[in-house]
């Protein structure tokens, strides 16, 4: 995540969004908070058939969100995954998804 990437994403929740995921980079990236506004930087791949070229690209996650229901909050979670050798997403564990 750069200082750009931060700038942009706090430009658009003060300017009204609510929740920004993001991806592209190839690498998980963080989870952050504005003004209680979820930030997801990067999700990493969900299904990249050059993933195992390098070990930080065989890394996603998915994301859950929940609008909630009356006065319910919203929920979020991220639920992680590992690319296989085929480039295929498989549920995996925290400690599975960390770049390295």
Known sequence: MTD???EIARWLVDHGVDLIAGSHPH????LDF???R????SLG???FDGAPALASWNHGQLLEVG???GNSSPTLRL????????GWPQLATPAETACR
């Open 4 to 6: 750009r990437q931060r």
């Open 27 to 30: 690498c998980l990236q963080p």
């Open 34 to 36: 504005y003004h209680g």
């Open 38 to 41: 979820a930030i997801v930087y």
């Open 45 to 47: 791949n969900l299904v």
């Open 67 to 69: 609008l909630g229901q």
């Open 79 to 86: 639920v992680p995954v590992l690319l296989d050798r085929a």
